[in-house]
């Protein structure tokens, strides 16, 4: 196990950036990684049914991205909402941080709002509007940095799954937009809900793992999700944030309820109930990159991700994918 980010890294080239969605959701390659035989294969999305076997049970995302990105009518404040921590009252980043500092009162998106607190130490800022702001109406979808663009309408329709039910994210569960209504009904499933928060955009700071703390991200198992889960055979994971559910569960039968996770998965970890794993490819050297390395081994990740540039996969949340067995 390697504490340190910098063992992490790949070169990867600008071209391979998905900046967009296939016409076909369904259209991506999957690339299949065998941990027992050590192989790597290459696939099309279309194909992981053959993957499924009798028994198993997919758990999928079933949080929805909320246009939680919120503009100043002057253009001069910008803020990212990502965790309601009552009527009207937020937690958020702020762009640029100098220019909200606490006690500054502000409008936007309909209403006022006062930065109750700032946290020095990650940034972030306590908002209390003076109603709940208007986010369907007057709020920006937060699509990813490195898109380098705001979302327009088809990000607004391909940035969500096809079973997106539950709003509270400001990132989409990526592995999730390959399904179509028609590929999701022949395979056995069952969904969780985590709200994504924007610590899968940031980056690691510093170069020491053991020191990185991640952003709390809120959960719920259903009593049909729990029920399902523990019937299983075999549980493979539909993205990271569905494993990072399954993952935070206490020990013993699944039992349905709401939490809190702040697991901050890498090597050495011990998975208890997830099997397998369906992801995208991420981006060097963060947390998502480690996930995968943890639980199919640094070798063997960094072999199959130089595999992948070499094919030229697409990579990132509008990317191709690949099925950890």
């Known amino acids: 196990m390697s504490a340190s980010l910098s063992e992490y890294d790949f070169a990867l080239p ?5 900046l967009r969605p296939l016409p076909d959701r369904a259209a991506s390659r999957m690339m299949v990684v065998d941990r027992a035989a050590h192989t790597v294969t290459h696939r099309a999305f279309r194909d992981l049914p053959e993957f499924v076997l009798p028994g198993d049970r997919l758990v999928l995302n079933n ?11 002057d253009g001069r404040i910008e803020l990212l909402l ?4 009552g009527p009207a009252r937020w937690r958020a980043f702020s762009r640029p941080g100098k220019r909200t500092r606490t006690g500054d009162h502000f409008a936007i998106a309909g209403t006022t709002a006062e930065i109750e607190s700032v946290d020095e130490a990650d940034g972030t800022r306590i908002v209390q509007f003076e109603n709940e702001p208007e986010l369907e109406k007057l709020g920006h979808l937060p699509i990813p940095p490195y898109l380098g663009r705001e979302a327009d309408a088809q990000d607004r ?3 969500q799954t096809v079973y997106a039910r539950e709003p509270g994210s400001v990132a989409a569960p990526t592995a999730g937009l390959h399904f179509t209504p028609e590929i999701l009904a ?3 499933h069952t969904f969780v809900t985590l709200h994504v928060g924007p610590g899968t955009f940031l980056p690691v700071r510093g170069d020491n793992l053991e020191t990185h703390r991640m952003h709390g991200e809120n ?3 259903s009593p049909e999700g729990a029920a399902e889960i523990n019937r299983a055979a075999r549980v493979i994971a539909v993205g990271t944030t569905s494993l990072r559910v399954l993952e935070s569960l206490p020990p013993g039968p699944v039992q349905p309820g709401k939490g809190r996770t702040e697991i901050f998965i890498q090597p050495g970890f011990p998975f208890v109930r997830t099997n397998a794993l369906l ?3 991420h981006l060097p050297k963060s947390t998502l990159f480690v996930l995968v390395c943890a639980l199919a081994g640094q070798e063997l990740m960094s072999r199959a991700y130089a595999e992948a ?6 990579f990132f949340s509008y990317g191709d994918c690949m099925l950890i067995l």
């Open 279 to 281: 992801t995208n490819f």
């Open 309 to 314: 540039v070499r094919e030229k996969y697409r």
């Open 63 to 73: 949080s929805r991205v909320i246009p939680a990105r919120l503009v100043t009518a």
């Open 219 to 221: 959960y719920v198992v």
């Open 82 to 85: 990502f965790d309601q921590l």
């Open 14 to 18: 600008r071209e391979l950036v998905a």
């Open 157 to 159: 329709v391909r940035y």
């Open 186 to 188: 022949k395979l056995p």
